[in-house]
T-cell receptor
Framework: DAKTTQPTSMDCAEGRAANLPCNHSTISGNEYVYWYRQIHSQGPQYIIH???NNETNEMASLIITEDRKSSTLILPHATLRDTAVYYCIVRDKYNFNKFYFGSGTKLNVKP | ETGVTQTPRHLVMGMTNKKSLKCEQH?????MYWYKQSAKKPLELMFV???????ENNSVPSRFSPECPNSSHLFLHLHTLQPEDSALYLC??????????????FGSGTRLTVV
């Protein structure tokens, strides 16, 4: 599996953009990058995913570098309710039914 | 509500008890999963079912026994657990298939405490 590396924690001021980085330097050509988040003691929630192009939905934007070795999740206007652990996951190419979760980034949105 | 329902939300059991966790989804998904999340640890994949057949057992001790009677229901039967088995147990579902486009939908989890 392509491993991902994320910072342990980040702070963000309420109303500002939160930019969460992820390194996945061993990603292979057909593997997607997924982002999930987990608010304390709840199940992870899907945010967004992408392959090569940048993606945007109502929750966030995903920027993938041209070499696909890293990506950034952007929450354009962070709120206190966005405080959570954010997981960057690369989908296993040969075992398509598995998502492996790392330690993620704890985002603290502060007033 | 995500469409994946787990019951009970909280469970306290003794080490000699037998209990079961239930997961139900009506999203039309054919793959279901059990994950375990211990305190301050990443989620650990335990079992994978595709079309009611177990396709993955991630070296889980036999005191955890999964059951998938149909594509909408998944159980985790528990017996003679240890205090270190206390954790948040999460169920997820997804469409089954080789497309890399499918994500998982998670339930809210069962918080299990073994005393």
């Amino acid at each position: 599996d392509a491993k991902t590396t994320q910072p342990t924690s980040m702070d963000c001021a309420e109303g500002r953009a939160a930019n969460l980085p992820c390194n996945h330097s061993t990603i292979s050509g057909n593997e997607y990058v997924y982002w999930y988040r987990q608010i304390h003691s709840q199940g992870p929630q899907y945010i967004i995913h992408g392959l090569k192009n940048n993606e945007t939905n109502e929750m966030a934007s995903l920027i993938i570098t041209e070499d696909r070795k890293s990506s950034t999740l952007i929450l354009p206007h962070a709120t206190l309710r966005d405080t959570a652990v954010y997981y960057c996951i690369v989908r296993d190419k040969y075992n398509f039914n598995k998502f492996y979760f790392g330690s993620g980034t704890k985002l603290n949105v502060k007033p | 509500e995500t469409g994946v329902t787990q019951t009970p939300r909280h469970l306290v059991m003794g080490m000699t008890n037998k209990k079961s966790l239930k997961c139900e989804q009506h999203l039309g998904h054919n793959a279901m999963y059990w994950y375990k999340q211990s305190a301050k640890k990443p989620l650990e994949l335990m079992f994978v079912y595709n079309f009611k057949e177990q396709t993955e057992n991630n070296s889980v001790p036999s005191r955890f026994s999964p059951e998938c009677p149909n594509s909408s229901h998944l159980f985790l039967h528990l017996h003679t657990l240890q205090p270190e088995d206390s954790a948040l147990y999460l169920c997820a579902s997804s469409p089954s298939g080789r497309s890399s486009n499918y994500g998982y939908t998670f339930g809210s989890g069962t918080r299990l405490t073994v005393v």
